[in-house]
């Protein structure tokens, strides 16, 4: 028996395309629509708001549209009340169970909404209740459910926001990024980065080997010198190259060959890796010399953090690397705190690893020779990622220059 | 104090760029070198031989220097005797430690040549001994050495060879893929698994969610029924994305996000990931009628083996993802012997992954869409693989209109 | 003094994006809105409708903007009166022309609308009169501008269509090429090209010297030969690789360096343009049987024509080929009308010339590996183009298997 | 009957791959052929030199072949003397006609060695006779054939000389190009510029629109203002968004769809062509003040030459803009002359034209993002062309930081 529900949806709905995403979806799930009413905004900054009618063959289907409109920010008129089931077994989400965005969300339970401590996309939102507190939301990835856990399933009761674009910010509205030349895109990141500094965030990096191959290297220790990197996220390629500089030579480090990604057929980088295994750490090989300048030694003497996750094409690998995918997500996540500002640069792997834990606030910019990698962080719905399409070596040497007094100026 | 070792080479030298590379790796690491000789063969099929004096500054330059010659093909025109050193900890080679290719590779140990097993890249070599038996010599991945390994160091008793172009293969020399229109190389392919099958060689396919993606799981799915795939190595989102498509229908499967990869902010897929946590593996899944189509049931159905390696950006993961990358690559390494040809599509990480696991006698056919991920696995040295940048979907498709008897025909 | 005028847009205006570059455009020209209306379609089909009163600063600003907005589809709600002014010399437009669209145009002149015969992009618009007859309104490119011509200045008394998606047809709203994989995009271009065909429209092709390189001639010829290209606009290496081709045997004319689309450094292009140019023409080089198969070849036999525009890297031309560009493109633009079917394959620098003079109402298909070629020919605005990235040669190949009955079978 | 020729070339023969692509040819050409002698360099700088006996089926295969094997180089170890035959109609070369390489070319007339003067490839070579002077041999495009003409035919007495690496030039032995990082290859190529100007030699660029889409403008027109451009190569798209931008401000000239290429659907750009097609040419509307700034104003101002030819996709075109091809590469030869150094940026077309006609002895660095671009300017045989594939606007603003005063310090 057909069913329906309303439903609403706030923001910059022709902009971004969110309504016609939201419509295409309807229509992809056997669903009918009527829009109700649609109130866009009289100014180029005013937000639009659309109501709608949304229809479905069954409850069970309706109930699946729902949870899937969310993930675009779409929520029902009438909220009510969340719905919860108990996980019965570790690693998997109960059926029905309400799949995340990285939006901000707020979840109803008996009349009082509580906001999801840490939006995360994809996850199942777990409630924590204890006896003499109230009840808090979190959001629990697939591989951390453990059974008895109190999971949220369908979409009642929750409620999502789309993040409003703030000032000296990137709406897409008004895109700083779409249309200015390079050399001005570096100085608004530069600006970005000193804003979230200025109020006590934490700057996350994101990087590939390519920082090295570019030789960018230099650029990105002078910025962590100038605390403008908190943290980094990286492979087991980035700081392989990056120690291989370091104990070899450049010469030895950058090459064409290396330049294109290849990071075997290359024996020094395996004699590097086997170095640091002998030394047990990055840190020990900082501490007894072994490694005396790069990017990784300079993370270590400032005291700053790295999360280093591994791959299945990876030799080795070094010993600060995460094996297990799993418990390197777990690694990431416990970094995201606080973060105001993330760069991305030279790597699509870690960049969508990073995108997918992120919360949807959080200003992201994504920068790559490669427009594939640039277009897939960026096109993520609601998320403020930003994302620009140049060469790295070049873009961070510019950034450098914006952001470290004195940088190749002695 | 200066010192030499005189070298040989033998190959088509000029065809594949190696005697340039020999060169350059000379000059890079502060060498010097006199060409002794240089025959050239007179036919185009003829190989060329090259003998050379290499010069370096010590001993420990020129040990150095002839190990990264070795991974060209280069040997000791009088090999010695290969010397050994004992793994003094586990997950760490000895310094000085030889460095392996995947090419074919002898040790000489008292007076005596041995086949090294399992040529892999950038592995150490260690000695088994037994007391009755004769000793066998097999990579180990760093990851894998354990303390009291007998580990070969040094260049000196090691012989590698370049694998010759058999016949129906592809040389550089005259490459058939270089310069033949697409259809002429679906054909071809075609029969390089033909052959490769009956020689009794088993096929191994690489592949990524572009797969599913472009539309050719149905190719896909009759190429395992017709016996033309006994294993495939994929990731956590090949695996998702076919089965998404089994259990939600092709329309919601495919769409133009998931086409350029992106694997969140969707949340079907998650479903999907749970259905199968929840039934505990894809064959049990399988087996209770979850899944009841496309690639994995096809694999599961005709008792193909696949191997599927976590990345840090998966989700979920599948409960037969290996999460851990390393363990991902033993599971991997235990398919390789009995490999006769291998296709690697639309994933440039598993690629290389394989790629560096894989003999340099493995014929190796890699297609993808993007020239980079092409190149970058073809550009590796004295490697039979061979590029063919094409639409992914419409590839498989001709191929199997020619392997497989009745294909869309009925 | 800041002045206003209330302007109107119709059609799918947030899939499409079309709202969101409306005021962009009023932004980046200092100007300011206030939407007074907007009629959202109930139905996936239906078209919405805006109403949005436009300021600026002065009367000469307001008119740039509104004749900005008119190439977006937006339509000053009291049309007026078109105003003309007569050309005072060849080849420049009066100051203050009004720059066209491809959209279905019409324009009032003494209170009766008159439609644009001919729509194309970035032209002006000349009134002719006679004194027996009603006016007719055609565009006329500025370097066909005679002093004299009575053309049309600001954006007042006209009114511009964007074009209603047809059965069969794509609207962006349901896009079948966004979501299909590659071998049900096959299809759908072959069933578009022959319900054009049945519709007596005429098909147009636009080619690039990758249909040679990558071994789709026997494809496009047997194309020619079943009746589904009336018209091939191409360039002088197309025409020659193709001829080259049909000299000197195809294992010549196909190698990867051409396959690059290098034209040079190979001299047997030269040798095949000098002797079409020792003939006189192609049809006489066919006429006396020394191009004796290929494309080319088809076109003449088969009695189709062909317009091929030279370029500043091309060697010799051929005979046939316009060297003047602008002679070229008139030539172009003659064989415009009637075409309702347009497959651009393999070329971006003929494809965009052919998207300038196309009508926007003509459905377009282009073909590319390259994403980029294919996003600049797609992302025109209003028009109809769709675009498809895959391989050039197997596309070709599968749409002489749909269209060509046995192709290939004998 | 099979007939044979010995032949040599000399260089650097397995570096550059020279020999490979040589022996290729002769299996191309179904010849036959026996390495006669090899003699390989001892050092990494000296050259090697080649002797081999090719076979062909008979003469007419055998010249063709000869012919072939000098484009790359190889010369007849006999050379004997040319043989020339009258052209017999404009535009047409002789049958048998020796087509032209870029390289350094000699022909023996009458037991004497002439230098050609002009070097070009897939031209004709002419031989210019005065009852009172020594001939004189020049290349001749097929165009510009008159009857009457004397023309090299065959490859008998003719001599190539691939240009050895000269001091600070880049062999591709060892390519400062391959391994530098970006900031380094900026240095390297502002002291090419500056060396080729000590030496008195004229600088070159070739530009497409991609320079002012990046907003590298003001780079350049510093580099013209101080002195670092002598001749810009463009096409309408360059000139036209220069001018547009000086003449509507930055802001409506740079914006995301131009920056993709798109030319049309701009109206900005049209009336900006009308503009200056009113006032007769780019020179008057500089002298009327018309166009107060930009890339165009500076080489006006500062007399620096430009040559702007046309394409099949221009408006307009602007009155500068040769609209005929043919004519368009006339203008350009005549600017060859006393270039020492050539600067290619974002654009293919103006970057392959100018290859086609500037002699290989002229260093050139092309700079783009797209590598395929670079790839098919830097893959053209015995040229001495380097690419660096990097983001335009960064390139150029550091290159303008390296050879201007004061840039962007004031």
């Known amino acids: 028996m057909r069913t329906s529900q309303t439903v609403e949806v706030t923001g910059h709905l022709m902009d971004n395309g969110i309504l016609s995403r939201v419509l295409d979806d309807i229509r992809d799930h056997g669903g009918d629509y009527v829009i109700d009413r649609f109130d866009v905004g009289h100014e180029a900054h005013d937000p639009s708001r659309a109501r709608i009618t949304v229809q479905a063959e069954d409850e069970a289907a309706l109930e699946r549209l729902l949870m899937r409109l969310q993930t675009r920010g779409v929520n029902q008129l009438d909220p009510g009340e969340a719905a919860t089931a108990t996980a ?4 998997v989400l109960p059926e029905g169970f309400y799949a995340t965005t990285n939006l901000d969300t707020r979840v109803r339970l008996g009349g009082a909404w509580y906001e999801v401590e840490n939006p995360e996309m994809d996850c ?11 009840p808090r939301v979190r959001t629990v990835p697939m591989s951390d459910v453990r059974a008895g856990m109190r999971v949220v399933v369908g979409a009642a009761g929750i409620r999502v926001t789309v993040p409003a674009p703030g000032p000296g910010d990137t709406s897409s509205t008004d895109d700083p990024f779409g249309d200015r030349p390079q050399v001005v895109l570096v100085r608004q990141v530069a600006d970005g980065m000193r804003q979230a500094r200025e109020q006590g965030k934490r700057l996350l990096w994101v990087a590939g080997p390519g920082v090295v191959h570019t030789g960018a290297a230099p650029a990105l220790t002078a910025l962590i010198g100038a605390g403008f990197v908190d943290t980094l996220f990286a492979g087991n390629a980035l700081a392989t190259h990056d120690i291989e500089s370091a104990l070899y030579g450049t010469s030895l480090g950058v090459d064409l060959t290396m330049s294109q990604g290849l990071e075997h057929g290359h024996e020094h980088h ?3 890796v086997n170095t640091v295994r ?21 993370l270590v003497t400032h005291r700053k953090r790295f999360v280093l996750v591994g791959s299945v094409r990876d030799d080795g690998p070094l010993p600060d690397v995460h094996t297990d995918v799993v418990e390197g997500q777990r690694a990431m996540r416990e970094e995201i705190d606080g973060v105001g ?8 792997l870690h960049s969508v ?6 919360p949807a606030s959080v200003p992201v910019v994504c920068v790559d020779i490669d427009p594939a990698t640039v277009t897939r962080i960026t096109d993520r719905g609601a998320s403020r990622g930003r994302g ?19 940088y190749r100026r002695s």
Chains 1, 2, 3, 4 share one sequence.
């Open 124 to 134: 199942g939102l777990v409630v924590l209740e204890s006896p003499d507190a109230r």
């Open 278 to 298: 002998r030394a047990g750490s990055i840190a020990a090989a900082v501490a007894d010399g072994t490694i005396a300048s790069g990017i990784m030694h300079a």
């Open 353 to 358: 690893a990073t995108s997918n834990i992120l």
């Open 88 to 91: 019965d077994r570790d690693g």
């Open 341 to 348: 500002y993330c760069l991305m640069v030279a790597t699509q």
């Open 270 to 272: 395996v004699r590097a």
């Open 388 to 406: 620009i399409v140049t060469d790295v070596g070049l873009f961070l040497e510019q950034l450098a220059l914006e952001l470290v007094p004195d």
